[in-house]
């Protein structure tokens, strides 16, 4: 069954205002049972971790059948994989310092110039305090795709790790992750990927992947603030934390420095209860699929996916249609038509005579909400030379924006 936008539309309070929300790479609007699972927690079992009464019993409760549900989510081999924290540029900064003590003066990491800096400055700040080597891997710019012959030249420096992200934030360009994973495992090189701008379009499977690390943003993907790592658990129980002294020793919860954002746990399971109402709903052409790879509650969150990831194909053809109708704008990253499915539905553009904060301002002032700026992608675009220039106008769509949006979009376009 296709995707009934009306429905899905009134599981989020906030789309009954009249603005269009495509702003939704930097964080997507939130699912009624995400709110009334925080709610309920503050109502029912608002403690903290670890007591013997009641409610700090139900918390601890919660807290693990949210880590189950995210394992099942990227069908993680078990949930003491899955690492909460505030955001995934704070898990990696936390990471990165334990990894470094296994690092040697001299060792070589990977960076690219297409990541999001939560997955460049981490280890560039690694490298000086251990004395470590940065190899940078460049793109296309004229495509916006990542240079794996660059890529294939680094790993001939036997670098210890390679931190690259499954989608571009501001280029939409998605990476070919299994390949480049089995690339630098060849290598003997860690991988560590920075998922957040992909896990809300697509199914993914960390262990089909191979990635050795895979963080996540579940107000990505339509929860709450809140950033997930996973972690091979043979990597995170040899891994040495940065902890308090009298904090458990066992993975996960020895990285989870300080109280948890619990409430915000309990929201990330209304999230992703919501991701399986619509796989329950909608999912029925994607079941056979992958029916008989998983079952149960990883089956239905892989065809709810998968059915968000149909409907994303169809969004890339309108917007990219949208913003080539705009005279005067130039595109970057994928724009063959036949190539859309390497890309999320995530645009981003110049047009002569206005800034990228002028036209933000000027379609916000229409009621279309949009970004401009960099986005923390900095090393994208000092490479396309757009940052003294402002950065770009990103517009970004999601499963719940309608194909009529779109059309607004359009006649808000030239108006500019």
Known sequence: MPLDLHTIRTHFPA?????????????????????????????????????VFITSRKSDALIEDTRQAMADFINAARKEEIIFGPNMTTLTFHISRSLGRIFKPGD????THMDHDGNISPWLM???DYNLRVRW?????????????????????????VAFGYASNLLGTVNPVAKITQMAHEAGALVYVDAVQYVPHAPVDVQKLGVDFLVC??????????GILYGRYDLLERLTAYKVRPAPANPPEKFETGTGLFENIA????????????GHTYGEEQHELYAGQYSGRKLTFKIAMAAIRAYDLELNRALLKTIQNTPGVKIYGVTDTRELEQRVPTFSFTKNGITPEEAARKLAQQGIFVW???FYALAITQ??????KGGVIRVGAVHYNTIEEITRLEKALQTL
Request: overall charge negative; charged content about 20%.
């Open 15 to 51: 789309l009954k205002r009249p603005e269009i929300f495509l702003d939704n790479p930097g964080g997507t609007q939130v699912a009624s049972s995400c709110i009334d699972r925080m709610i309920s927690y503050y109502k029912e079992c608002n403690a903290n971790h670890g007591g």
């Open 108 to 111: 070589t990491i990977v960076v």
């Open 126 to 128: 690694l490298a000086e």
């Open 137 to 161: 891997v460049g793109f296309h710019p004229e495509n916006g795709t990542l240079n794996l012959e660059d890529l294939q030249a680094a790993l001939e420096e036997k670098p210890r790790l």
């Open 217 to 226: 943003s579940a107000y990505k993907f339509y929860g709450p603030h809140l």
């Open 267 to 278: 929201g990330l399971l209304g999230a992703l209860e919501y991701i399986q109402w619509l």
């Open 372 to 374: 401009n700026g960099n």
């Open 383 to 388: 490479r396309l030379g757009l940052e003294e």
